[in-house]
């Protein structure tokens, strides 16, 4: 039976909580806005998403004479050419005459993981891809890339909850349409984050059209079928199907940083409608996306967002005010069965100026069925002085999802 993707996803989600820290992103100061005039680049072919990243190494402690630099990118171009001849054995060989020239360099591990994921060299394409993650905590494009690659280790290998881990975290940092298409492709596919587990957001935009943009050219595969059918985005989900759920302060009553919420509705097809937080602060929008998704598809069946609501509040003491995000979504047949869901995200800024959220937050749930008893639970949430997360709940009475994140949990924003 069909149910409400807010939850539906979040069991394989679950179950990486704790595998991957925030990304390396996290603390540094926000990036540039991206800015409306600047033509996007052109998306390249899935295969060589990879390798796109700039032929200039990353810097290395002992930085390398003129004469290994210039060897060292010699071996990269041979590696690259040989990899796109399918010689991925020789391509190995010429990013390690790289490795050898500057050693520990995170494009070449990047690299070298990828001809051996090709080679079907699994254990190497693994390590190359750790070391190249530690070492590329200052690029953050070069990051998604690696995340990437290990994504597509993981899921050669048939790790799907692994695989959408990565590929969340990597398009968190660089939105890119083969990454997108990868992770929708695994079962439980989303880019929903479910627990305590903070990510730094999507962004800055200049302006709403530029989420809208990106939208587009992530979900352009979606709507191949029907290439008359353009995304639609709207700026303000309560003009949308948001309608009366949306509950947002004005500007008047935020407080700095925060200077506008707001919730964004696009459709990437006539049968589905994704809803996305929108922050805003001096240094533009940061965004959470797919805070709920909901599909049209199914006769007899009704998803709807039933509260999309925004609020400041002193989540953590001595901080500047958080902000909760609050979403509720019902899923109900012509039979009177439904499920209702609501979750909260907590997000703030630390001292990085950058903000970040965590993943949704189970809050309470009801579901009816015929023939049997409803079943109704909730969860308490707190948080102390010394910056600790507490969720509250029966056990007996809670999902599976939710009962494994009763108990205190680090809360910090970087």
Request: with cysteine; charged share 25%.
């Amino acid at each position: 039976m069909a149910r409400i993707s807010l939850v539906a996803p979040v069991v394989g989600a679950l179950l990486l909580v704790g595998c991957d820290g925030p990304a390396p992103r996290d603390a540094r100061p926000a990036r540039a806005s991206r800015q409306a005039s600047e033509p996007e680049p052109a998306a390249p072919p899935p295969e060589a998403a990879v390798v796109t990243a700039a032929t200039r190494p990353a810097p290395s402690p002992g930085e390398p004479s003129p004469a290994d630099r210039s060897r060292y990118l010699a071996a990269l171009d041979e590696g690259r050419r040989l990899h796109r001849a399918g010689d991925y054995a020789g391509a190995m060989q010429a990013l390690g005459r790289a490795l050898d020239l500057i050693p520990g360099d995170p494009r070449a591990l990047s690299e070298l993981g990828w001809a051996a994921l090709f080679a079907g060299r699994m254990a190497e394409a693994e390590s190359a891809l750790r070391k190249a993650e530690a070492a590329a905590a200052d690029d953050t494009d070069l990051l998604a890339s690696i995340l990437y690659n290990q994504g597509r280790v993981a899921e050669a290998q048939g790790h799907a909850p692994e695989a959408v881990a990565l590929y969340q975290r990597s398009l968190w940092l660089r939105p890119h349409p083969a990454t997108y298409r990868h992770l929708m492709a695994q079962p439980g596919g989303t880019r929903y984050v479910f627990g305590p587990m903070v990510r730094s957001l999507q962004g800055p935009y200049a302006r709403i059209a530029e989420l809208c943009a990106e939208e587009r050219r992530l979900t352009a595969e979606e709507r191949q079928d029907e290439p008359e059918q353009d995304l639609a985005c709207i700026p303000d989900a309560a003009l949308g199907l948001g309608g009366e759920a949306v509950e947002i302060p004005s500007r008047a009553d935020l407080v700095a940083p925060w200077t506008e919420l707001r919730f964004v509705e696009t459709r990437p097809s006539p049968y589905a409608v994704h809803f996305h937080a929108a922050l805003r602060t001096a240094d533009g929008w940061f965004v959470v996306p797919d805070v709920a998704s909901l599909s049209r598809d199914a006769p007899g069946i009704s998803e709807r967002a039933t509260r999309l609501a925004a609020r400041s509040e002193d989540v953590l003491p001595g901080d500047p005010p958080e902000v909760v995000l609050e979403v509720e979504t019902r899923w109900e047949d012509a039979e009177g069965e439904a499920e209702t869901h609501r979750v909260e995200l907590l997000c703030g800024i630390g001292p990085s100026g950058v903000p970040s959220c965590t993943g949704a937050l189970p809050r309470s749930t009801e579901v009816r069925r015929r023939g049997v008893e409803p079943v109704l639970w909730s969860l308490e949430r707190q948080t102390t002085p010394s910056g600790t997360l507490v969720l509250r709940g029966d056990a007996a009475r809670l999902d599976e999802p939710a009962a494994a994140l009763l108990g205190e949990h680090p809360l910090a924003f970087p």
